[in-house]
Structure formats: structure tokens, C-alpha cells
């Protein structure tokens, strides 16, 4: 069965601290990884999107690394802000016939505190 | 840019009611879905279609109905509410399969009392 499994739950960082968050799947067959922030009352806004091939991407302070042999991803948040505070949604991808289909994680909330 | 509009906001509703969310985009995207999202679980694929006339079920479609008569517009019908169907519902678009970006609407909170 594909399943996403992200940890922790929950995580509370002071600001300007690093953190990261991890994502473990078992989805074949494997197409794309990607990571989505969720604000609170807000829909989910895309981060970063890594295909087989790709190991490492970054957007600003978020950089994403994917290992399809162990089938994990992380997220890494350098010098976090109060901004960040936000649901962290890993969101993988698999290929059923022509189609791509995705199946999401049920996200890893931060809060980033003064 | 609207992007990915969904209305209503918020809605209430008795149990047995009908009720139609609306979404829309303006991206002229042909792939355009419906999820729900419900405390310590992902977003659940609800329905989707991948272009104007052509429409399927996802992971979790019983108790709604999808069409799609345009590529902007894919309205999604609750057809006799439930307290189970009390969730967050989120309209999506991408250009194509979802192997890209998944733009996402706003949100509908929706309580079935």
C-alpha cells in the first residue's frame, strides 16, 4: 500500500534556529517528491518538487534532499522566522497508467517562537 | 492572478441538505481535483478530472458528484450532507498530470450539523 509518514508531528523551534523534517514513503512507482506550506486557514503553497534524478533542491532558506534508495526526504529550514510557523506537507508522486497520481503526508506543524 | 478560486468560505449545514462548492481558475489548466482535509490525516483525493466532459473518482468519492462542463469550472455537490463530510475542502488545478505544481484554492470549511 503507498503511504507517506512524516515526523515529528508537532515541532516548536526558537526563531532563528535551524530544524529539520523528515519524510518516509513507500510509493511505486516513484515519479516526484515535493514539499508544500500550509499557513493556517490557507491552502497548501508548493516549495520545492524533486524528480528520481534529483537529490537536493532548494528555495531560499528551504532545501529539500531526497533519497530514493532509502526512500526518504527532508526538509531543512535555515534561520528560521515567525513566518514559518505552518504545516509542512510532503507529497509524493507515482504513475498509474498514464497518470500521475500523488498522495500526501499529513504534515509536520512548526511553530517558531520568539 | 486569481489562480484557484473557491467559494463558499465557510458554510453550515443540517444533515440531509444538498449543497454545491464552487471552484474556478483561471490558469487554463486541464487537470482540476477535490480534496478534503481532516485533522492528522493528508488531503484526500474526493474527485478529478483531467479536462472539460471528463471526470473520475479518487480515494474517498461516496456522497459527492463532480462535472465538468468547462476548463475553468469544477464544482463539487455534497448530495445529502453528513456530520462525516464536516471538513476542510480544498479545489486544486496543475497544468496537465499532477506530476506538476498543484496550485490550491483558499479552502471551504464546511460543518454538517
Known amino acids: 500500500k503507498n503511504q507517506v509518514e512524516q515526523s515529528p508531528q508537532s515541532l516548536i523551534i526558537l526563531e532563528g534556529k535551524n530544524c529539520t523534517l523528515q519524510?518516509?514513503?513507500?510509493?511505486?512507482?516513484?515519479?516526484?517528491l515535493r514539499w508544500y506550506k500550509q499557513d493556517t486557514g490557507r491552502g497548501p503553497v508548493s516549495l520545492t518538487i524533486?524528480?528520481?534524478?534529483?537529490n537536493t533542491k532548494s528555495n531560499g532558506r528551504y532545501t529539500a534532499t531526497l533519497d530514493a534508495d532509502t526512500k526518504q526526504s527532508s526538509l531543512h529550514i535555515t534561520a528560521s522566522q515567525l513566518s514559518d510557523s505552518a504545516s509542512y506537507i510532503c507529497v509524493v508522486g507515482w504513475r498509474k497508467a498514464s497518470y500521475d497520481k500523488v498522495i500526501f503526508g499529513p504534515g509536520t506543524s512548526l511553530s517558531v517562537i520568539p | 492572478n486569481a489562480g484557484v478560486t473557491q467559494t463558499p468560505k465557510f458554510q453550515v449545514l443540517k444533515t440531509g441538505q444538498s449543497m454545491t462548492l464552487q471552484c474556478a481558475q483561471d490558469?487554463?489548466?486541464?487537470?482540476m481535483s477535490w480534496y478534503r482535509q481532516d485533522p492528522g490525516m493528508g488531503l484526500r483525493l474526493i474527485h478529478y478530472s483531467v479536462g472539460a466532459g471528463i471526470t473520475d473518482q479518487g480515494e474517498v468519492p461516496n456522497g459527492y458528484n463532480v462535472s465538468r462542463s468547462t476548463t475553468e469550472d469544477f464544482p463539487l455537490r455534497l448530495l445529502s450532507a453528513a456530520p462525516s463530510q464536516t471538513s476542510v475542502y480544498f479545489c486544486?488545478?496543475?497544468?496537465?498530470?499532477?506530476?506538476?505544481?498543484?496550485?490550491f484554492g483558499e479552502g471551504s470549511w464546511l460543518t454538517v450539523v
Open positions: 490558469m487554463n489548466h486541464e487537470y
Open positions: 524533486m524528480t528520481f534524478s534529483e
Open positions: 486544486a488545478s496543475s497544468y496537465g498530470a499532477p506530476g506538476n505544481t498543484i496550485y
Open positions: 519524510c518516509n514513503y513507500t510509493v511505486s512507482p516513484f515519479s516526484n
